[in-house]
């Protein structure tokens, strides 16, 4: 395609890179989006689990409307609809993704290895020196471990975090002994089925952590208590939030129904509505084995209260569920000037923009301005979940925001209001 405008590489075809691809074709750049896998690789990998924000929240009206100018007979959404990942996967990613503004944009199967500048390395700098004027270069990999090299004048990187998980142990440290059972352990939400085929049913699950993924598992194994009673959950909360000791905060007027509905759930059955359900808050985990033969696991959990006489107690259970959180893959660019928090590991500006709302529910959050989205190294961006680092108040919502935002930096106009992300 030929342009005179920036050629865009976008890294990542999660909701975020993708909506990235549509408007900077919208706007007629030349933009190729790399993906490691298929298009929403992440959301499919979550694909059981329910939105928590409606439709209305998690599209734009470009991409609505590109949709509709495909196919008439493409059925929305309802905006209120609360879809799971996978409904939001097929009926609204992989049809946009399908349409033609998109053709010849999405490069599946193919791994953004890392992207540097071709003659300046990250220790470049000083006089005579404009890293600006230089182009991009992309070492790519596609399934076959074939490596190419592609070009592009920006970057924008939306290439999540779920791909990197946080360790178990104490302090983010892995637990002694973690490392040797990684594969063992279900650091993303599983599916967690009814019956007695499902792989939890009957069985001890140990749950750690006390955020809403945590409660999404305790809540569905729970629910799996009820039709196999013999299944048993602990549940280990390092610093509950709830009242009277219960994990989760309960927002004062949510206007989110869902996240209510889960909060409530997760909280009654930590503070002893079911049986099947016993809460550990104020501990950790020092360490972790797998038993011989049994294929049971070992827990070591310590106990944070000073006073407690179970410091050191050993929970042998059969599935650990180890929810705590994700932090974002930075080796892509280690060649590059990019500065990151050293708190949330996500790009500086925006970082401490997040820090200052930092009391701030995710809904609550005033959208950042362009500016916030500039990184240290010119021309590239970093936004969607990766933008926010370990911080996990990102929203769809907020992403599809940054977008414009980009844009409207790239192209050097703040006033970029063609088609508002949001606002229809
Ligand atoms: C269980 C769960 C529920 C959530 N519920 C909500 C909700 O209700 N509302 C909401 O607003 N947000 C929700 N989120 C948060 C967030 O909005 C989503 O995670 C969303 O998918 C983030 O979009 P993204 O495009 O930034 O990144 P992702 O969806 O994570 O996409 C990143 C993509 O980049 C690809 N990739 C990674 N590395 C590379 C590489 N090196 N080269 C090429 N491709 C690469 C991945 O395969 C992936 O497809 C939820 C998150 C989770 C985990």
């Avoid at 750049?29 to 998690?58: C, I, S």
Wanted: glycine share 8%; charged share 25%.
């Amino acid at each position: 395609m030929e342009t005179s405008l920036p050629s865009i590489a976008v890294l990542g075809g999660g909701p975020i890179g993708i909506e990235a691809a549509l408007y900077g074709r919208f706007l007629g750049h030349d933009v190729k989006l790399y993906e490691q896998e298929r298009v929403g690789h992440h959301v499919e990998q979550w694909g059981h689990v329910k939105l928590f924000t409606p439709f209305a929240m998690n599209r734009s009206p470009l991409a609505v409307a590109a949709l509709r100018a495909q196919d008439a007979a493409w059925q929305a959404p309802e905006d209120e609809a609360l879809l799971t990942g996978e409904e939001y996967l097929r009926r609204f990613l992989q049809p946009l993704v399908e349409t033609d503004l998109l053709t010849g944009v999405i490069h599946e199967q193919t791994q953004v290895l890392a992207v540097g500048r071709p003659h300046l390395s990250k220790s470049d700098h000083g006089c005579g020196i404009d890293r600006k004027d230089a182009s991009f270069r992309l070492l790519l990999c596609d399934s076959t471990g074939k490596e190419s090299v592609a070009t592009a004048d920006a970057i924008i990187d939306a290439t999540g975090v779920y791909s990197q998980h946080c360790h178990l142990g104490r302090g983010g440290v892995p637990a002694r002994g973690e490392r040797q059972i990684t594969g063992d352990i279900d650091y993303k939400i599983p599916f967690i089925g009814k019956d007695r085929s499902c792989r939890f049913a009957g069985r001890h699950a140990l749950v750690v952590g006390g955020g809403y993924s945590a409660a999404t598992s305790v809540v569905a194994l729970a629910a799996l208590a009820e039709s196999v009673p013999e299944t048993r959950i602990s549940w280990v909360v390092r610093s509950p939030r709830g009242e009277e000791g219960a994990p989760l905060f309960e927002i004062p007027g949510d206007p989110l129904q869902e996240r209510v509905h889960l909060t409530d759930r997760a909280n009654r059955l930590a503070m002893g509505s079911d049986a099947a359900v016993n809460y550990l808050p104020h501990r950790t985990v020092e360490a972790v084995r797998r038993l011989r033969g049994s294929g049971a696991f070992e827990v070591e959990l310590c106990n944070m209260r000073e006073a407690a006489d179970d410091l050191n107690c050993p929970v042998t259970c059969d599935s650990i569920l180890a929810h705590v959180g994700f932090r974002p893959d930075c080796t892509l660019f280690s060649e590059l000037q990019v500065q990151l928090c050293h708190v949330s590991e996500a790009p500086m500006k925006l970082a401490v923009h997040l820090v200052e709302q930092s009391a701030t529910d995710c809904l609550g959050q005033e959208v950042p301005s362009g500016n916030l989205l500039v990184t240290s190294e010119p021309n590239y961006f970093l936004i969607g979940n990766k933008s926010y680092g370990r911080d996990a108040r990102f929203l769809i919502s907020m992403g599809l925001e940054q977008v414009r935002q980009v844009f409207a930096s790239i192209r050097g106009d703040a006033n970029l209001d063609l088609y508002r992300t949001m606002k229809e």
